[in-house]
């Protein structure tokens, strides 16, 4: 059986690497033209949910690589108003050396690449596939197809395989922005930042419809290109950032750094401080979305996972887990000597209320959050 896969994003990689890791003949099809094409993301928060799949889905080597490269796990989740008042403070276990509780999205997918060189294709931007009892080919936007005997789509919110496999499904933007942003840790800002971004997820909420949150990136083994940082992200509606989206995604990341200070500007000086000493180059801004239902299909040999099936907002940092999770219940599903199309059926099953339930607790989440209304 070959596999093929398009999207090299979190979800895509496990699973790759846990049908790689069986035997299964598997090929990624990813668009970017590299590892290192663009910003991607800073932090992400990695539950037990998602430790578990790694350790289902990883190749000892590939675990490895993920604990090496993973951050020190933190211990608390905390609330402040705009003059680092606390609001609310949750203290959990931090956990041991091996424990992976958060990473860096680069360091991450370069990680769970490990071992891929011959799986892995960059420059792949799927256009469409024609399914048939026997197979798929599959369509690529510099012309070329490949045949497999199934498809899974793993490629994101916008996912393109999900366009065509479900023409109706909707993703919501649920009216808020983020703009992301990154503060490298030198020795100045360890000795200045409040103690408490330090330790975990901090939010910081004015009360007047912006928030920031901030935490801490230290890594176990950095990557070669940069070093420890604290993740700063701003959250606002459009109104409150003062531009609509068309002005907003065309700012250089200096002009959208300075939408984030003059938000911050009435806030506690430290937090403005931290503001001030961020790497302006790596701004970009983010679209918040979410789906209200996952979708379910009529089983055939093609099948989604992770965003493209289940956009959720990251208000309970449960995206990258719930894809995490897909990929282990799809590999197992395709590994166990299930015949295919029962094998589909059954991870679609067990796949739509588990991510249901994630996309239900984000956008509830989100709606506390960010006061929106979707
Ligand atoms: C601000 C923010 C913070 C977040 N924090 C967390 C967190 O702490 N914890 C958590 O669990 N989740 C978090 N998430 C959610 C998480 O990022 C996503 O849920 C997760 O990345 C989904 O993984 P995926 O593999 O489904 O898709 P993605 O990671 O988006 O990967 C999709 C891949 O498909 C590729 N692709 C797209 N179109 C095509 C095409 N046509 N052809 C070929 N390739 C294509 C893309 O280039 C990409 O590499 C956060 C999200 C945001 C926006």
Redesign the pocket.
């Known amino acids: 059986m070959r596999v093929g896969i398009?999207?090299?994003?979190?979800?895509?990689?496990a699973l790759a690497q846990g049908l790689a890791k069986a035997g299964v003949d598997v090929r990624l099809?990813?668009?970017?033209p590299s590892a290192q094409h663009r910003k991607?993301?800073y932090?992400?928060?990695?539950?037990p949910v998602?430790e578990q799949a790694l350790a289902a889905t990883l190749p000892d080597a590939v675990r490895r690589r993920v604990i090496e490269t993973a951050t020190h796990p933190g211990d608390l989740l905390a609330g402040f108003d705009g003059q680092l008042n606390p609001m609310f403070e949750q203290v959990f276990p931090g956990g041991g050396p091996e424990t992976v509780s958060?990473v860096d999205?680069y360091a991450f997918r370069r990680a769970l690449m490990t071992g891929l060189d011959d799986v892995l294709a960059f420059g792949?931007?799927?256009?469409s596939y024609a399914a048939d009892a026997d197979g798929v080919e599959i369509r690529?936007?510099d012309g070329s197809s490949e045949s497999v005997d199934v498809l899974i789509g793993?490629?994101?919110?916008?996912?393109?395989v999900r366009a065509q496999l479900l023409p109706d499904f909707e993703a919501v933007d649920i009216g808020v922005r983020?703009i992301?942003g990154k503060v490298p840790l030198t020795p100045a800002v360890r000795a200045a930042v409040p103690e408490a971004f330090m330790r975990g997820f901090c939010f910081v909420t004015d009360g007047r419809g912006a928030s920031a949150a901030f935490a801490p990136v230290l890594f176990r083994t950095p990557p070669e290109e940069y070093g420890d940082y604290l993740m700063a992200?701003l959250t606002a509606t459009s109104d409150v950032l003062g531009c609509a989206d068309d002005e907003l995604f065309a700012l250089s990341p200096a002009e959208l750094w300075k939408i984030v200070s003059r938000l911050s500007s009435s806030w506690h000086p430290a937090v403005r401080e931290l503001i001030a000493t961020a790497e302006v180059d790596a701004a970009f801004p983010?679209t918040?979305r979410t789906c209200i239902r996952v979708a379910e299909w009529p089983v055939s040999r093609v099948a989604l996972?992770?965003?493209?099936v289940h956009?959720?907002t990251?208000a309970a940092?449960?995206?990258?887990?719930?894809?995490l999770w897909d990929a282990a219940r799809l590999t197992k599903a395709l590994t166990d000597g299930t015949p295919l199309l029962e094998a589909l059926a059954s991870y679609q099953q067990d796949m739509v209320p588990h991510g249901q339930a994630a996309v239900t607790e984000s956008l509830e989440n989100a709606k506390r959050m960010f006061e929106v209304e979707v």
């Open positions: 398009v999207g090299a994003g979190i979800g895509g990689l099809y990813e668009r970017d991607q993301g932090r992400i928060h990695i539950s998602g958060a999205r792949k931007q799927f256009e690529f936007a793993a490629d994101g919110v916008g996912s393109g983020c992301y992200v983010i918040l996972l992770g965003d493209a956009p959720m990251p940092g449960a995206g990258a887990n719930t894809a």
